[in-house]
């Protein structure tokens, strides 16, 4: 799913911004199928004679990367798309997949072809929308030129994967407008939660007629153009954005809200004061984090709002480089940490300890695969790795984070560990979330944060980001042939519990290789204005302004 840049995103980068997941995210403290909301339906609109305008506040911790479903892969960009755009499905408040820019679809007998019925509706613009700005922009997030890190999410899609590896031509993607109103997508094999992943960013449609007319487009508000419940009005970068409501919507008339306006303020503790100054109307997760030191007093006062969602926080080793090209090195750091100490006395809102990459709502192995704060065994694995890597002792290690005072406090807790533990000095380098973002891809790192909130809740949506060394999500740069081949028969079995063994069997494989140092299962925590209303927070982390109100 998603980075998530307080986890990736996280979905959700993920503090990073859920990667949507989306590339896995933003929270640390508290933060990748979808659940209800846990905040209630909209109430009733006001006589239009009434009613006043209807205003969220909300902050959003740092700059989005990008407004462009085609490229988003972090948590902040997924919400702001997600509100400007709209898929061929949309995830409700019951966690389920509806309808939304098509108005109706029909599955074959063999679940591999789908044919959905695209309705009348117009982009912000007022073009019209067709089943050729779904071609379009499927068969663009598959071009290798648009360089798109989850184009991986298009490979269930017929002969995807292979025209992303220039295998075959675009043209033979399985994807087809049959005339304006009808797209007939066929699929490689039959995909239970393919009507999940439609409601997805990487799955929404794109205007032809405005790429063409400039290639940044989605940088700037007035050139903007998206078919999403909202449209942005104002995109001041690094200080503010805002969204109105979107007459040119289907559903205007679901959309309560005229207008969302952002802040962008990376430190939680004025966030905090905004909201209770009553800057704000919704402090912390999902698009920010909350203070750890005010958590206590939240809990205590009863204001706090706490969501178990489906994503994990890792760090990541940089495996192309040394020490952590030795896999028992890699294993010493993880067996090292205490995770239930930084879950007591950092985190504070009831995370579980990660000894696996897959969160508990689509375990694969309840027990984990290695021990927490397994000291004597990290030793050990240390030695060895250091004898093998012909070392007598580590050199100094950097470990990298996006700013954020809970990555902050994380980090050093676990400098603390490492040195306890391990003997080993490490330097904490933080940067800001895209540069971060950009310095993991290219592979500027050793250690570094990053979280993952699932797309949909399936194991595979974990353990896909680690299949190819150059994977879009794959900073890590490890593969394991053996891995890739077990992810590849996952995808023919049709048996659920032998599938099941089939992915556990490849979670043993990335653990016992530790290119990912697990460290928690997230949840969401927040605190909202009571007024607000209706704003749905699904359970992989994603949250939806659609139909949000403020009474």
């Known amino acids: ?17 859920a990667l949507a997941g989306c590339g896995g995210g933003q929270q640390a403290t508290t933060q990748p199928a979808e ?8 109430a009733p609109s006001t006589p239009a004679a009434e009613a006043k ?18 490229i988003s892969e972090d948590t902040t960009s997924a919400a702001i798309i997600r509100a400007t755009f709209d898929g061929l499905t949309r995830v409700g408040a019951d966690g389920k997949p509806h309808e939304s820019a098509a108005e109706s679809y029909t599955i074959s007998d063999d679940m591999l072809t789908y044919t959905f019925k695209i309705r009348d509706a117009k982009w912000s613009n007022g073009d019209p929308i067709t089943a050729k700005d779904f071609e379009y922009a499927w068969k663009r997030a598959l071009d290798p030129v648009t360089a798109s890190n989850y184009a991986y999410q298009l490979y269930y899609v017929k002969n995807g994967e292979k025209a992303n590896k220039k295998e075959v031509s675009l043209d033979d993607v399985g994807v087809k407008a049959l005339d304006d109103k009808t797209l007939e997508v066929k699929l490689e094999n039959p995909t239970p939660f393919f009507l999940e992943l439609t409601a997805f960013p990487t799955y929404f449609p794109v205007n032809k007629k405005v790429i063409d007319a400039n290639a940044k487009w989605a940088g700037e508000a007035k050139t903007h153009v998206g078919n999403g419940p909202f449209k942005m009005e104002n995109w001041e970068h690094k200080s503010k954005l805002v969204l109105v409501k979107n007459d040119n919507y289907w559903d205007k008339d679901s959309v309560k809200l005229d207008r969302i306006e952002f802040s962008m303020v990376e430190d939680e503790n004025t966030e905090l004061s905004m909201f209770e100054n009553g800057e704000l109307d919704w402090a912390g997760a999902p698009m920010s984090s909350l203070p750890t030191d005010a958590i206590p007093a939240l809990k205590d006062q009863g204001k706090i709002t706490t969501q178990p969602i489906a994503g994990t926080y890792w760090y990541k080793f940089n495996t192309e480089k040394a020490p952590f090209n030795n896999v028992k090195i890699r294993k010493a750091f993880a067996y090292s940490i205490d995770r239930k100490s930084l879950i007591d006395n950092i985190l504070q809102t009831g995370q579980i300890p990660a000894t696996g990459a897959v969160p508990p709502s689509m375990v694969l192995n309840p027990n984990g695969y290695f021990k927490d704060n397994d000291v004597d065994e990290a ?16 050199p100094a290690i950097t470990l990298s984070y996006n700013t954020s005072e809970g990555h902050k406090k994380i980090a050093e807790a676990i400098q603390d560990q490492w040195k306890k533990h391990l003997g080993v000095d490490v330097k904490l380098e933080n940067k800001e979330w895209k540069v971060y973002l950009e310095d993991m891809h290219a592979g500027n790192f050793q ?11 399936d194991p595979i949506n974990f353990l896909e980001l680690y299949k190819e060394k150059m994977g879009g999500n794959n900073d890590t740069r490890w593969e394991n042939p053996k891995y890739k081949e077990l992810l590849n028969q996952s995808a023919l079995e049709a048996d659920p519990e032998k599938r099941k063994k089939i992915l556990a069997d490849a979670e043993q494989i990335l653990m016992d290789d530790m290119p990912i140092m697990p460290i928690y299962f997230y949840t969401n925590s927040w605190v909202q204005n009571p007024k607000v209303k209706g704003v749905v927070i699904g359970g992989l982390g994603d949250v939806d302004w659609k139909w949000a109100a403020v009474e």
């Open 35 to 42: 659940q209800p909301a846990t905040t209630q339906p909209a």
């Open 53 to 70: 305008p209807q205003v969220l506040k909300m902050n959003l911790h740092s700059e989005p990367p990008t407004a462009d479903p085609g």
């Open 379 to 394: 030793k050990k694995l240390l030695e060895e790795g250091l004898k093998e890597a012909g070392l007598s002792k580590l």
């Open 447 to 457: 250690v570094g944060r990053m979280g993952w909130l699932g797309d949909f809740n």
């Open 1 to 17: 799913m998603k980075k998530n840049i307080f986890a990736l995103v996280s979905s959700i980068a993920v503090l990073g911004t």
